[in-house]
């Protein structure tokens, strides 16, 4: 079985500071890992995956994420934070195959303080 | 090229009713998968269609159900609506599945009152 933790559900920063939302997954083989953002009344947009090789993974809008085993993490992070990035992230572990489905967290609310 | 459609975006049903929902995915995605997403329970996996055959299902009542067109579209019904059937329900489309990853539509709303 697949699970992620998302710690905690909201986190505030201010403009041109660090975005870091933490992300950590439990999965029996190796995962493909995903970060979707939602902004109100919309789907969810694809910010990047992880599927193999290398463990730093570049996104859309500046961000980024690196896939780390050995700590089951996939941190997702920019370096400065603008006011359109303002919505709710959540983190995503997938198997392929038969069992082909998504497993999400619960997500967190970003919220950029000018 | 154009995105994943979803039909109607919003919906109001009574209790006991049915509904379907429609979503059109990106041309040439042979997968189309479907979400609930809720306040309370978050966003849960429904089932999965490839090449018109449910390839996988999640947790949830016989209620819901769902098929695929020769097409690759899709639709999912709600028989015998309860008011804890109210959500947001996504529709993810995938060339082949999670290893290409998914792009998802904008949802249709459903309340049931």
């Known amino acids: 079985a697949q699970s992620v933790t998302q710690l905690g559900s909201h986190v505030s920063v201010s403009e041109g500071a660090l975005v870091l939302l933490r992300c950590n997954y439990s999965?029996?083989?190796?995962?493909?890992l995903f970060w979707y953002v939602q902004y109100p009344n919309q789907g969810l947009q694809l910010l990047l995956k992880y599927t193999t090789g290398a463990t730093l993974v570049k996104g859309i809008n500046g961000f980024e994420a690196e896939f780390k085993k050995s700590e089951t993490s996939f941190h997702l992070t920019k370096p400065s934070a603008h006011m359109s990035d303002a919505a709710e992230y959540f983190c995503a572990v997938g198997l392929s195959g038969a069992n082909s489905k998504l497993t999400f967290g619960k997500g967190i609310t970003l919220s950029v303080r000018p | 090229k154009a995105g994943v459609t979803q039909t109607p975006r919003y919906l109001i049903k009574t209790r006991g009713q049915q509904v379907t929902l429609s979503c059109s995915p990106i041309?040439?995605?042979?997968?189309v998968s479907w979400y609930q997403q809720t306040p309370g329970q978050g966003l849960q996996f429904l089932f999965e269609y490839f090449s018109e055959t449910q390839r996988n299902k999640g947790n949830f009542p016989g209620r819901f159900s769902g098929r695929q067109f020769s097409n690759s579209r899709s639709e999912m019904n709600v028989s015998t609506l309860e008011l804890g059937d109210s959500a947001l329900y996504l529709c993810?489309?995938?060339?082949?599945?999670?290893?290409?990853?998914?792009?998802f539509g904008s949802g249709t709303r459903l309340t049931v009152v």
């Open positions: 999965s029996s083989v190796p995962p493909y």
């Open positions: 993810a489309s995938s060339l082949d599945g999670v290893s290409y990853g998914y792009t």
């Open positions: 041309s040439g995605h042979r997968s």
